[in-house]
């Protein structure tokens, strides 16, 4: 990958979260946007590689692609880099769509991998902290369902 491709990964890739003060927002300099691109595309089969350089090139043309304009995707300010991008995800062509997916389902792999956000998102916590003592059934008698499990239809079915 080129060394300009590293440092348009992190631009495109930030475009999808940008900062906001809530609580779970990213924040500056949490994520590393252009390791999860590099380690995405190595992990990736040859052709998704390509899919995902090709989902890169067509971000930094999206300005002259969806406004018309010369102006590259890193000089944009990053309000207008989050509406190119969502621009990207309705285009009215199937790749672009999909491509600009691509891009979003990285994006939310680099926001994962992100220690301080799964923190604060409270991600891993321990299953025994989560766990609530169950109430006292009900005066029927009739136990309480099991609301962890889906229920069933008769023919085998999920409702």
């Not at 590393?32 to 052709?47: I, N, V, Y």
């Not at 998704?48 to 930094?60: N, S, T």
Request: charged share 25%; hydrophobic share 45%.
């Amino acid at each position: 990958m080129l060394t300009f491709e590293r440092r348009a990964a992190a631009t495109v890739l930030e475009a999808f979260a940008p900062f906001q003060e809530p609580a779970l927002a990213v924040r500056p300099g949490e994520v590393d946007w252009s390791r999860a691109f590099e380690s995405m595309a190595r992990a990736s089969s040859p052709l998704a590689a390509f899919g995902l350089r090709a989902a890169l090139w067509i971000a930094l043309a999206s300005p002259l692609l969806v406004f018309g304009s010369l102006r590259s995707f890193r000089s944009l300010e990053p309000a207008r880099r989050s509406e190119v991008i969502e621009r990207l995800l309705v285009h009215r062509f199937y790749i672009v769509r999909e491509l600009a997916l691509y891009l979003k389902l990285t994006a939310c792999m680099a926001i994962f991998s992100s220690p301080a956000v799964r923190a604060r998102s409270n991600y891993d916590r321990r299953p025994e902290l989560a766990a609530r003592p169950k109430s006292d059934p009900p005066e029927s008698g009739s136990p309480e369902p099991d609301r962890r499990r889906l229920p069933v239809a008769a023919a085998g079915g999920v409702l």
